[in-house]
């Protein structure tokens, strides 16, 4: 139950009034908390965190040093206007990410799920919306209005261009630049990001058999390595594999593409498997 007052408090942290404090909470030496946040039951700001802004953060999460949440974004049209920050339960912020609040121009707010790991100094723009149980790892920067899917991994010092979208259970590699989106369960990686294959490592932990990864990976070499033009075959899939709802679902985020388009150049010798 939230109560606007709890002992667990240090002595300099500062919380202004009108915060809502969760029950069981804790905020550490010299965390910093704004009157429009919401800290829900079993919330823990360890020391040195500053939260701000019309924020939410969900049952249980865990905020480590350094890190901030909810300040105004790094957009030259914002212009003070009330817009949000939701962090979802049991997510953890480690060390110096910075989290900013949403803009008018887009859609107000900046999502971040539930069960996530968000590696130290990593920075989620304005916008943003992350799914739930997303890792991403040390470094990583990304630009405003990203939208990453559910159990999606990123890889440490990637960097995400605006408005890219990536799909659920994708797998981003370490130092690639991503211009593009990337389709549901696949892996990209280099410098400027092309298609390596399938994260079968994450469809595995999903418990699929081995049939169905071998369904998957045919439609997945169909869809992008195959003769022919990218649409032609997209549509071909959707007859031949559109039964598989992993592949359902890759068709599905390719038929709805955003203002960058699909990533599709696909690495011919970048020494990367899927096996």
């Known amino acids: 139950m939230l109560k606007p007052v709890h002992e667990m408090i240090h002595p300099t942290a500062i919380i202004a009034e009108g915060a809502v404090i969760g029950a069981g909470v ?25 939260v701000d802004g019309k924020t939410r953060i969900g049952a249980g999460a865990k ?25 979802g339960p049991r997510t953890q912020i480690r060390e110096h990410c910075s989290i900013h609040r949403g803009t008018v121009t887009g859609t107000g707010i900046t999502k971040i799920g539930a069960d996530c790991l968000l590696m130290a100094v990593v920075h ?12 991403i790892s040390n470094n990583v920067v990304m630009g405003g209005h990203v939208e990453v ?14 408005f890219v979208r990536i799909g659920a259970g994708a797998m981003i590699g370490g130092l690639s630049g991503v211009p593009s989106d990337v389709t549901p369960y696949c892996f990209v990686f280099g410098p400027r990001a092309q298609m390596v294959g399938l994260n079968v490592v994450g469809l595995r932990r999903r418990g699929l058999t081995k049939a ?21 075959r ?3 899939a959707r007859g031949e594999y559109g039964g598989n709802v992993y592949v359902a679902e890759m068709l599905d985020f390719i038929a709805s593409p955003g203002r960058h388009g699909i990533l ?10 899927d096996e």
């Not at 899917?149 to 605006?162: D, E, F, K, T």
């Open 26 to 50: 804790k905020i550490g030496p010299f965390c910093t908390v704004g009157a429009q946040v919401v800290l829900e039951d079993g919330v823990e700001l360890v020391s040195h965190v500053v």
């Open 63 to 87: 905020l480590f040093p350094f890190c901030t949440v909810g300040l105004a974004p790094q957009d030259l049209k914002y212009n003070g206007e009330e817009t949000e920050t939701s962090i």
């Open 124 to 135: 989620v723009a304005h916008d943003c919306e992350i799914g739930d149980g997303v890792v």
């Open 149 to 162: 899917g559910n159990r999606a991994v990123i890889g440490g010092a990637a960097a995400i261009l605006q």
């Open 212 to 232: 169905q990864l071998h369904e998957i990976r045919a439609a997945h070499k169909f869809i992008f390595s195959g003769p022919g033009v990218f649409a032609e």
């Open 234 to 236: 997209v549509a071909a």
């Open 264 to 273: 599709t150049n696909v690495a011919r010798a970048s020494g990367q498997s």
